[in-house]
Every structure is written in structure tokens, then in C-alpha cells.
């Protein structure tokens, strides 16, 4: 396993997921999003028990598979490790089928659980964090609710002053790709831009970005974040102009963005759509009409 030491005790295991180890003393460990894989989770077993270390504490920055079901792996060889993730997120952790109904709708079908590997969770207590200081042993930790990409999206500084982001930014060469990011708030990602440029912080950690951000280099990327969630809201005030079905205002996102989705992707995509137009109902920009058996969208 190869570290990337950041400052201080916190260090960096890049991937296709972004993960942090923070040294809280000689002999213990704490992983900050562990990653996907139940085989990536025993990889930092194994460097912890090589090391003559223990992981006892798994900090996720939100309740999505690709950071944290990893830690199904940990949990098998340090079996009374401390799982914390944002209380408004720990619900989902244990019974991770409401994520995959919101997105869904409804139940989930098969066809949607082959996407998303099982989390093996519900016998290992999670504990909920709110927004303040965390203590963790001698070392705390900062921590920061934002709720925009997902329920219990939150961010987390290490006592170094490292920011681990998970997805509540989304990289410059991904957001270049795919300009409709999974979204469950426009309100949480408006707080969370006002956060990183008033929070004191040193380098910044994305869920999935190949760099490492200074504090600048942070904020410019909220910008561009800020500018890809606008133009979506704005090229949907431009379509209900006459009135649309959230189907029909997700197939004109996709021609005009140039998307080509999955199943998954789609069902994503949509959950945005729903996001943004609730965020443009809720400013009373929008309003919903039920016509010849068809729920439509227009200009309040």
C-alpha cells in the first residue's frame, strides 16, 4: 500500500476513490473513506496489522457504496472498530435499500442492486456526528454538514488541517465529462460553497480528483461546481417556458449536456432533475399541474 503523507499524521492512499489514514497515536489508525472494495478494505488491514497498529475508528464522508463499503473488510479483522458518518446519513448506512429507493422511487428491482455491492454493516453500531468538533482519542477532528450531493454528505478536517471532501466537490476532468452530477440539494451544496471559502483549512481531498487542492485551488473548483449546478437550473427555467414532463425535461438536459448514461446513470441523472426542480418550486420560479393524466412542470 502506498502512502502519500500529506501533513503532519495525515496521509493519502489514492484511488479510484480517494482515501485518508490519520496516525491518532503509535498504535492506532483512522481511515477516512476506506473505499469500494471488501479487498481495498483488507488492504489497510493488512498495513495496519504489518505495522503493528489497530483501525479503530472508520470515518465516512457520506453513506455511498464507493466510500465506505470498503470497511466490510476492516470490520472483519478489527471487528470493534468505531464507524462514524453524518447522522443524517447513518440511517441509510444501516439500511442502505432507502438510498437505492429514493434514487429508484420506489423498491429497488435487481437490475438496479447490480450496480451497488451489499454493505455487511447492520451488526456494527454507527454513530451519527453533527456539525462541531469531533474527539477522537487525544486528536479532534472538524466536522461539516452540508447535505447537497447526497442525505449525510459532510466534510471532515483532520487535526493537520486536511479537508477530506468526499463528493461534495466534483473534479474539473470529471465535471468536464458529465455536467449532471448525482445532487440531493441545491440548498446543501449553496451551504457547503459558503463553507469552504470561510473555513480555515490547509489542502482539500475530493472524493475522486487526482489532485490535492490548496484552499484556493478549492474554492475555484466550488466555482466551477457552482457553475455547472447553475447552468442546469437555468437551462431548466428555459425549457418549462412551455409546460414538461420531468422525463421530457431529462432527455432535453441530456441532448443539450451531451450525456451518454447507463441504467444507473439515468436513474442519477433523474434524482438531480428532482433536486433542481425543488430547489426552483420551493423559490416559486416553477410550479406543477396535473393535465390530461400528465404531471407537468412550467413557469410559475
Known amino acids: 500500500m502506498k502512502l502519500h503523507t500529506l501533513i503532519g499524521n495525515t496521509e493519502l492512499f489514492r484511488g479510484g476513490t480517494n482515501s485518508g489514514l490519520y496516525h491518532l497515536s503509535d498504535s492506532n489508525l483512522a481511515v477516512i473513506d476506506p473505499g469500494l472494495s ?3 478494505g483488507r488492504r489497510f488491514s493488512e498495513y495496519a496489522q504489518s505495522n503493528h497498529k489497530r483501525i479503530t475508528h472508520l470515518i465516512g464522508t457520506h453513506e455511498h457504496s464507493d466510500h465506505i463499503g470498503a470497511l466490510s473488510g476492516i470490520l472483519c479483522d478489527f471487528p470493534d472498530c468505531h464507524v462514524l458518518i453524518d447522522h443524517k446519513g447513518k440511517h441509510i448506512l444501516e439500511s442502505p435499500d432507502i438510498f437505492l429507493a429514493y434514487i429508484n422511487g420506489g423498491a429497488p428491482n435487481h437490475e438496479l442492486r447490480g450496480y451497488f455491492r451489499p454493505l455487511k454493516t447492520r451488526s ?7 456539525e462541531g468538533p469531533v474527539t477522537i482519542g487525544e486528536s479532534t477532528f472538524e466536522w461539516f454538514h452540508f447535505g ?5 454528505s459532510a466534510g471532515v478536517i483532520t487535526p493537520d488541517g486536511v479537508l477530506f471532501l468526499g463528493d461534495t466537490l466534483i473534479p474539473s476532468e470529471i465535471l468536464s465529462k458529465f455536467k449532471l452530477p448525482l445532487l440531493y ?7 457547503a460553497f459558503n463553507q469552504l471559502e470561510n473555513t480555515d483549512y ?7 480528483g487526482k489532485k490535492v487542492l490548496t484552499k484556493p485551488e478549492c474554492i475555484q473548483l466550488a466555482v466551477e461546481n457552482r457553475q455547472i449546478m447553475e447552468a442546469c437550473l ?3 427555467l428555459g425549457a418549462v417556458k412551455t409546460p414538461q414532463t420531468k422525463e421530457a425535461l431529462m432527455a ?16 442519477f441523472g433523474m ?9 426552483l418550486i420551493d423559490k416559486e420560479e416553477v410550479t406543477v399541474v396535473l393535465e390530461n393524466n400528465h404531471l407537468l412542470y412550467k413557469l410559475r
Do not use: A, M, W
Open 234 to 236: 437555468n437551462l431548466l
Open 202 to 208: 490547509e489542502l482539500c481531498v475530493t472524493g475522486h
Open 252 to 267: 432535453f438536459l441530456i441532448d443539450k449536456l451531451t450525456l451518454t448514461l447507463n441504467y444507473k446513470e439515468y436513474l
Open 271 to 279: 434524482s438531480s432533475v428532482s433536486s433542481l426542480l425543488s430547489y
Open 38 to 40: 471488501e479487498s481495498r
Open 148 to 152: 447537497g450531493h447526497s442525505v449525510g
Open 124 to 130: 456494527v453500531p454507527v454513530h451519527g456526528l453533527s
Open 185 to 191: 440539494s441545491v440548498d446543501g451544496q449553496y451551504h
